[in-house]
T-cell receptor, first 110, second 112 residues
């Protein structure tokens, strides 16, 4: 059973457009992380959110943790080709293993 | 500071063989975690080692095993390979469980 569902699974948009990626679960997480993975590389951590309702900004990327700590979203403003990659959310429950989401493969068309 | 190094980068094996993958963590990191990534199942946790002890284990059969050496380097072994074991195997190191994990580039295993 996959605990973290991401949507959409695939997204292809034009450069300059905005987009939102969602990460949903029926489980509560103590923290949630977002990673970006490029071809031939391992995932790279973008952000960690720990408080329900928390919003973090990283340049054009805005991350939000749901109030109930069961879901999260990633919003990208004015997408650029360099944003292309596989976006993964991952939830932690205390000292238990990280559970990764199903992933969203994003392609930004110049 | 060198990142996480995984060797080899690519590997081709046949069914029934066994394989050993290696991971050298970032200097000073004592925790090493292994993950399997496939298009169908995504990224799944295999196990985590800290100071040569396995602390956490995912839901994989006993054919998947690992170990960690005193210098924190880790190896992962898969015995009696099956076609479904074809995947990208990722290693991540951190200072400890709950700290930021840094991933290597992975070993892509193809089982024929």
């Amino acid at each position: 059973t996959q605990l973290l569902e991401q949507s959409p699974q695939f997204l292809s948009i034009q450069e300059g457009e905005n987009l939102t990626v969602y990460c949903n679960s029926s489980s509560v997480f103590s923290s949630l992380q977002w990673y970006r993975q490029e071809p031939g590389e391992g995932p790279v951590l973008l952000v960690t959110v720990v408080t329900g309702g928390e919003v973090k900004k990283l340049k054009r990327l805005t991350f939000q943790f749901g109030d109930a700590r069961k879901d999260s979203s990633l919003h990208i403003t004015a997408a650029q080709p360099g944003d292309t990659g596989l976006y993964l959310c991952a939830g932690a429950q205390g000292n238990e293993k990280l559970t990764f989401g199903t992933g969203t493969r994003l392609t930004i068309i110049p | 500071k060198a990142g996480v190094t995984q060797t080899p980068r690519y590997l081709i094996k046949t069914r029934g063989q066994q394989v050993t993958l290696s991971c050298s963590p970032i200097s000073g990191h004592r925790s090493v975690s292994w993950y399997q990534q496939t298009p169908g199942q995504g990224l799944q946790f295999l196990f985590e080692y800290f100071s040569e002890t396995q602390r956490n284990k995912g839901n994989f059969p006993g054919r998947f095993s690992g170990r960690q050496f005193s210098n924190s380097r880790s190896e992962m072994n898969v015995s009696t390979l099956e076609l479904g074991d074809s995947a990208l195997y990722l290693c991540a190191s951190s200072l400890g469980w709950g700290n930021i994990q840094y991933f290597g580039a992975g070993t892509r295993l193809s089982v024929l």
